[in-house]
């Protein structure tokens, strides 16, 4: 069974920096681009960052940019989120997801994702 699993969430102060981390067993996802997305209480799950499966691009959703950084990993480990600057209004569950398409229109949109992991929390206190 395919797996993704999330980690490098927690609890941070306004201002700080996490990674997260994107593991995976059962298959590898070098053909697959990848991204995050979150959600956060009462709200739909949203866009954050994409990379595409070749590694020729990236996008970020506007509240992002300049602050998050996406990067493809290894095999076991194909996607990697750097947060840094971090405030109280990304507090959200972070997911990773695969996806067998590569232009970035589909990518902003979840409903292109086959693979999703379970999701892990970072909270960010003011």
């Known amino acids: 069974q395919v797996q993704l699993v999330e980690s490098g969430g927690g609890l941070v102060q306004a201002g700080g920096s996490l990674r997260l981390s994107c593991s995976t067993s059962?298959?590898?996802?070098?053909?697959?681009?990848m991204a995050w997305f979150r959600q956060a209480p009462g709200k739909e799950r949203s866009f954050v960052a994409a990379?595409?499966?070749?590694?020729?691009?990236?996008r970020y959703t506007d509240s992002v940019k300049g602050r998050f950084t996406i990067s493809r990993g290894n095999a076991k480990n194909p996607v990697y989120l750097q947060m840094s600057s971090l405030k109280p209004e990304d507090t959200a569950v972070y997911y990773c997801?695969?996806?067998?398409?590569?232009?970035?229109?589909?990518?902003?949109?979840?409903?292109?994702?086959?693979?999703w992991g379970q999701g892990t929390q970072v909270t960010v206190s003011s």
């Open positions: 997801a695969a996806s067998p398409y590569e232009d970035m229109t589909r990518l902003a949109n979840k409903n292109w994702y086959t693979y």
């Open positions: 059962g298959r590898t996802f070098s053909m697959y681009s």
């Open positions: 990379i595409a499966r070749n590694n020729s691009s990236a």
